[in-house]
């Protein structure tokens, strides 16, 4: 579509991105969008006007960083320079900066710097500005997307979080770390609650007990959220399974969400290709989980990814970080995700482990005998992520122990970059 230029703007309210999410240092958008470029920013909107990305264009901005907004209006920086290594610790070639998280992994907080700041008040300026703009602009297309993104300000933004809070009925305190896959571009939809195991280290846990969703509330949020997404639906392709262990669900809530959505999103015309699940499980319900549940979500149309916290194979480490569970299970727990992965094609399990200085020596090695046994060749499917315990500075101690796990592996490993929604 050709672009509409008026008082100092290019407007092009429908553009094409990527089809396939691709692995890249530079910014890459996907399915549909509408851009507005002004001397110094380019910003880019979903089809219901909602601003999504923020990109310098003068000398003042890092050549190919990036500014996102979630669908639960956080900011997160993109940065895909200076960072040596960044590809082999974090699977991508960019650094998420969490506007929320203190960006523990970079050298500067993007949020406090000048450039930033001025690009997020450059943004509420545009916002502003194209209000007025819009009742003169004759053409309907243009005209009706400065309308939709002049709706969209910043309190109207922060009320839109809060009804998607509202309709799973909680936040999501954490995304699994297998969403980078979608650049975390999944719509959460709660089946169970809580968590079987209220580990005193973690620090995302809901506090509450595991606790099942029943039907009518899954299909509630389901058309809720459809709704919710409105015209920018077609632009996902994926779904997460919250909360903390949609595993211990059972195939019956799992089954019954994922032909749900899948219709009901109607994932099959997506502008995305392909549909995933993601979800999170626990050593119990990987262990407890029958065969049957995998052959059955392996026909799904959906690649899933399950990622279960086994967090340490070590027996001591595990009473300090107090996950009541024993080693003996983490080791078995592991030795399933490996069967697992290999025997079927549309399933990937991950792991994570917690990393850091608080743990016995021996929390890193036996990590590192599980994994070396319990693999023979290279594989490229399924993966490990290591959290770090608390704040992951110095990261020289868990970019160590990274490496460490990382030469003695023959499957991926990763740093967790632990994203909420
Ligand atoms: S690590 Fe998992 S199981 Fe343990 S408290 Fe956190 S969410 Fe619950």
Redesign the pocket.
């Known amino acids: 579509m050709k672009p509409y230029h008026c008082d100092g703007l290019t407007l092009y309210p429908l553009k094409e991105g990527s089809r396939q999410y691709v692995k890249a240092s530079y910014p890459v958008r996907y399915g549909q969008y509408a851009e507005i470029q002004d001397n110094n920013y380019s910003y880019q909107f979903n089809l219901n006007g909602e601003i999504k990305f923020v990109q310098g264009q003068s000398h003042h901005w890092h050549h190919n960083d990036w500014l996102k907004r979630t669908v639960a209006n956080d900011w997160i920086y993109y940065s895909a320079n200076g960072y040596a290594g960044i590809e082999s610790m974090l699977g991508e070639q960019y650094l998420p900066c969490l506007s929320y998280a203190g960006s523990p992994y970079a050298a500067v907080n993007p949020f406090e710097t000048e450039p930033v700041k001025k690009a997020l008040a450059a943004l509420d300026n545009l916002n502003a500005g194209i209000a007025d703009l819009a009742g003169s602009i004759g053409d309907k297309k243009v005209r009706t997307f400065l309308q939709r993104a002049a709706a969209n300000d910043t309190a109207m933004l922060a009320s839109r979080a809060r009804l998607l809070h509202s309709i799973l009925g909680s936040r999501v305190t ?1 995304l699994p770390p297998d969403t980078r896959h979608v650049d975390y571009d999944v719509i959460p939809v709660i089946v169970a609650d ?6 005193g ?2 620090s ?3 506090g509450r007990d595991f606790a099942l969703r029943n039907r009518q509330n899954i299909a509630r949020q389901l058309e809720k959220l459809r709704d919710f997404y409105g015209s920018d639906l077609r632009n996902y392709n994926s779904l997460f399974l919250g ?3 949609a595993l211990f669900a059972g195939w019956e809530h799992i089954g019954f969400t994922l032909e749900k959505a899948y219709e009901l999103f109607q994932f099959k015309n997506s502008s995305m290709n392909g549909a995933n699940a993601f979800m ?1 499980g ?1 050593v119990s319900s990987l262990l407890a989980a029958p065969d049957s549940l995998f052959r059955a979500l392996n026909e799904t149309p959906f690649y899933t990814y399950i990622n279960i ?1 086994l ?1 340490s194979a070590q027996q001591e480490a595990l009473v300090i970080l107090q ?1 009541p569970i024993e080693a003996r299970q983490v080791r078995e727990a592991f030795l399933k995700m490996m069967d697992i992965n290999k025997t079927c094609d549309r399933i990937e399990i991950t792991a994570n482990f917690v990393a850091g200085e608080r743990l016995p020596e021996s929390h890193v090695s036996s990590m590192i005998d599980l994994v070396k046994q319990s693999a023979e060749r290279q594989c490229s499917k399924g993966a490990i992520y290591l959290s770090p315990l608390s704040s992951p500075k110095p990261l020289k101690t868990v970019r160590k122990q990274l490496f460490d796990l990382k030469r003695n592996s023959r499957i991926p490993a990763f740093l967790y970059i632990m994203q909420r929604l």
């Open positions: 954490v809580g968590c079987l195991y209220q580990c280290f973690c995302v846990k809901t909360q903390h262990d999170f626990s916290g967090e996950k």
